[in-house]
């Protein structure tokens, strides 16, 4: 008898979204959810296959799990059992591997789940076959949720298996998109972070578009904040800059992926813009809102880059005003156009640029949280406490850290940020007059 389950999340916040939904569902079935170190019937494994870290990770949290019930089933789901299901189906203890659509009728699978010695089984059809969208929310484990949106990719970047796979994108109307929004307003979250693969693409499908989607969003009561987790420069629509503007509930901050400072390496990657696109979009957002957060995803060592193309992107973020860096070393990925490519980059070369711009992210980020003192912002704090301190974000995603009160656990508080410590966080002080308080 199956009686409880337990999950594992890696990658990005639209799988945590989806472990979230898919929790709810086997909660409903009757299922008890336990933590991943309790013993557990089941074990849910939700993997990513952005690297191959990722890859490597699922093998060891296979293992992890075991340990903590070694006859307990072990379920695969994800971009990983999509992209490679007879490599996870020969795992030692995993049962079951799902793939991009099957993820979502788990619970029929477990009817008929059996321990087997040899070989997991698999259920996988054609990823161009899987074109429903699944909608889901995250709820429960942070004071924030992660709204899904959007799922699928149609660009085909060279380094990337994302379209391989989750599909071609699609989503919901705005009107049931709005259905799912508003249960999460009758929730006590107070923040929304609208995710997706592609998100900047939502709507393609019905005529429809992520900014018509914003303006909605915007209008429903119970929600205080919303934050877009990332969107393509080129599907950075200045009225959607201009919106974020003017809202008071969608908070400046953004997350554009840049991959390179080349162009050259731009249009060898497959992507949809040119670097002076990317300079338009900071330099229209900073216009407008100049105490907004931008954060930039990066590539370095991809085939081909020479010393001079990484110095090109080097000097090319140095010299934007961005606030902080997701930095990657180029990892080869199979079923890619990059991974067919010559002149590759030796990994020590990778390490070594990876490095350079992690250093510069930590300058740029000083500099940001520097360019913040002495003004005053709201934060959401979260339900984390460490050495007597607590800690939340500012609408322009500054983490804050503060004497623990729990008071403010969930709450949305005025502080004025006073200084940074040696961990980087801004410290405040907290103006307990104007705290928006859990009704």
Do not use: W
């Not at 013993?39 to 992890?64: F, G, L, M, Q």
């Not at 060279?158 to 989503?171: H, Q, V």
């Not at 900047?200 to 205080?224: P, R």
């Not at 992210?361 to 912002?377: D, G, I, M």
Request: charged content about 25%.
């Amino acid at each position: 008898m199956l009686n409880s389950v337990a999950f594992y999340t890696l990658g990005c916040k639209l799988n945590f979204s989806e472990t979230s939904t898919i929790s709810r569902q086997l909660e409903t079935a009757g299922l008890v959810k336990k933590e991943f170190t309790d013993s557990a019937d089941i074990y849910v494994i939700n993997t990513c296959s952005v690297t191959d870290h990722a890859d490597r990770k699922c093998k060891k949290v296979v293992k992890e799990a075991l340990k903590y019930n070694p006859n307990a089933f072990v379920v695969i789901i994800g971009c990983y059992a999509q992209l490679k299901p007879n490599e996870i189906a020969n795992i030692p203890g995993v049962d079951l591997v799902l793939g991009a659509a099957e993820k979502f009728n788990l619970i029929e699978h477990l009817s008929g789940i059996e321990k087997k010695n040899d070989k997991a089984g698999i259920f996988n059809q054609n990823i161009k076959e899987t074109n429903v969208f699944i909608p889901g929310f995250s709820i429960g484990d942070r004071t924030r949720s992660f709204l899904k949106v959007q799922d699928g990719c149609d660009y085909f970047c060279s380094f990337c298996t994302i379209p391989l796979a989750r599909g071609k994108s699609r989503s919901h109307t705005i009107e049931e998109t709005l259905k799912v929004a508003n249960e999460v307003s009758k929730t006590d979250i107070k923040e929304v972070v609208l995710t997706g693969v592609n998100l900047g693409d939502f709507g393609v499908q019905n005529g429809e578009t992520f900014y018509d989607l914003l303006l909605e969003l915007d209008k429903i009561e119970g929600i205080d904040r919303y934050r877009i987790s990332s969107i393509e420069p080129n599907l950075l629509e200045d009225r959607i800059i201009e919106f974020v503007s003017k809202s008071e509930k969608i908070m400046p901050h953004f997350h554009i992926p840049l991959q390179s400072g080349s162009n050259t390496i731009l249009k060898s990657m497959r992507r949809k813009y040119e670097r002076e696109l990317y300079v338009d979009k900071v330099q229209k957002i900073k216009s407008l809102m100049p105490h907004c957060s931008i954060g930039v995803d990066v590539i370095v060592g991809y085939p081909g880059e020479t010393d001079e193309e990484f110095l090109e992107t080097y000097n090319f973020i140095r010299d934007l005003d961005v606030s902080y860096l997701h930095v990657f070393p180029y990892s080869e990925r199979a079923q890619t156009t990059a991974a067919k490519l010559k002149d590759k980059v030796h990994q020590f070369k990778r390490n070594e640029r990876t490095e350079m711009l992690r250093i510069l992210s930590e300058k740029k980020k000083q500099a940001f949280y520097n360019s913040q003192l002495n003004t005053n912002h709201s934060v959401l704090f979260e339900n984390e406490e460490k050495n007597g301190k607590m800690y939340g974000f500012t609408d322009n995603y500054i983490k804050v850290e503060a004497d623990y009160d729990p008071l403010l656990i969930n709450e949305i508080t005025e502080v004025l940020l006073c200084d940074i410590n040696a961990e980087g966080f801004a410290l405040s002080e907290i103006n307990y007059t104007t705290n928006h308080h859990v009704s």
